[in-house]
């Protein structure tokens, strides 16, 4: 079963800073967090992922709490084609990407 | 750098039939992983391949399902015989090195219906 836990769906106007909260309460310690996300019927996009400390690319950025039981994806300006079901996934130590339901993400103009 | 690339991209077989379903991954990736969402499901993992060794294969779903990567390089998945409950989107994923810190590059998947 997935560990995290996500809105169904969101909503962010055009330009505006999407923000998509996840908890994983339970996650272990080496344990990392990754951001996937599904646009239409096409494969999972990779996004971003981190252990423990905030990070940021070219696409978004990630921010966790001191805890580690919650995170942000943050889309700085999102656009529409940034419609998209969002994943935040917990990589367990066995490697493989568990996927849960998701947030479905839409951006209006 | 070529991404994730599987062939076909659609395929509709009868029930019955054999279908193979191939994943060329990004080149020097030694993992390759598949993974499949059934209608109305969530995506699931298959299995791992390290090179040619099946790091872990506790997703494929059944024994009418075979894998194999033979040199490394690319993997097939053969399904037989299919059944109506195989269809899907089946993907494909593959990452540089082993652990949770590398990120895993996916392609566009093949939608297979079963008739």
């Known amino acids: 079963d997935a560990k995290t836990t996500q809105p169904p769906s969101m909503d962010c106007a055009e330009g505006r800073a999407a923000n998509l909260p996840c908890n994983h309460s339970?996650?272990?310690?080496?344990?990392?967090v990754y951001w996937y996300r599904q646009i239409h019927s096409q494969g999972p996009q990779y996004i971003i992922h981190?252990?423990?400390n905030n990070e940021t690319n070219e696409m978004a950025s990630l921010i966790i709490t001191e805890d580690r039981k919650s995170s942000t994806l943050i889309l700085p300006h999102a656009t529409l084609r940034d419609t998209a079901v969002y994943y935040c996934?917990?990589?367990?130590?066995?490697?493989?990407?568990?996927f849960g339901t998701g947030t479905r993400l839409q951006v209006f103009p | 750098e070529a991404g994730v690339t599987q062939f076909p991209s659609h395929s509709v077989i009868e029930k019955g039939q054999t279908v193979t379903l191939r994943c060329d991954p990004i080149?020097?990736?030694?993992?390759l992983y598949w993974y499949r969402r059934v209608m109305g499901k969530e995506i699931k993992f298959l299995l791992h391949f390290v090179k040619e060794s099946k790091q872990d294969e506790s997703g494929m779903p059944n024994n009418r399902f075979l894998a194999e990567r033979t040199g490394g390089t690319y993997s097939t998945l053969k399904v037989q015989p299919a059944e109506l409950e195989d269809s899907g989107v089946y993907f494909c994923?593959?990452?540089?090195?082993?652990?949770?810190?590398?990120?895993?590059?996916f392609g566009q998947g093949t939608r297979l219906t079963v008739v």
């Open positions: 994923a593959s990452s540089s090195f082993q652990g949770m810190a590398a990120e895993a590059f």
């Open positions: 080149s020097g990736h030694d993992n």
């Open positions: 981190g252990l423990k």
């Open positions: 996934i917990v990589r367990v130590v066995t490697d493989k990407l568990i």
């Open positions: 339970t996650i272990s310690g080496n344990e990392y």
